[in-house]
């Protein structure tokens, strides 16, 4: 099992915005030098200000899966802090999913499962037609009961 990490950078600095350029350079020497894989993209970020106004930002995100080690966590703290430092002003945010099954290649079953099917009882209680009060009909009304042993 591993960890899955996202992380977010702003674009919007204090004097301008980060550059394609800048934050692939940012990549390569921040974030590539310091794990074995990443996948990044563009994203577009939005967040409401103190007065209610809506902002948009254009942001890149970051996706990492790296085992759950303390060095690792240090590492991904360093790595915001020099982005926030480099970009002075530029928000960032992180979001980990623990335990995250992960196969390099094509399996049948990634996920330990029991693959024993149980037994779903249903009942459909008795139902009515409801025509409409004022005009077109509503169709058939009722209710399901389903239990699973």
């Known amino acids: 099992m591993a960890n899955l990490w996202r992380l977010y950078f702003g674009r919007n600095f204090d004097g301008g915005e980060v550059s394609d350029e800048q934050f692939q350079t940012f990549v390569s020497n921040e974030i590539a030098s310091r794990f074995i894989g990443l996948t990044h993209f563009d994203a577009q970020g939005r967040v409401r200000d103190s007065d209610g106004n809506i902002l948009s930002e254009r942001s ?43 196969a390099f290649e094509v399996v049948e079953d990634i996920i330990e499962n029991d693959p024993t099917p149980e037994i779903v009882h249903g009942t459909l209680p008795s139902r009515k037609y409801v025509p409409h009060p004022t005009g077109p009909n509503i169709g058939w009304v009722g209710s399901v009961s389903i239990t699973v042993e």
């Not at 995100?61 to 690792?72: P, W």
């Not at 590492?75 to 480099?86: D, H, M, P, R, T």
């Open 60 to 102: 890149k995100v970051v996706t990492l899966l790296l085992e759950d080690t303390e060095a690792n966590e240090t590492a991904i703290q360093e790595v915001l802090g020099v982005y926030q430092q480099e970009f002075s002003g530029s928000g960032v945010a992180q979001t980990i999913n623990k335990d995250v099954a992960i």
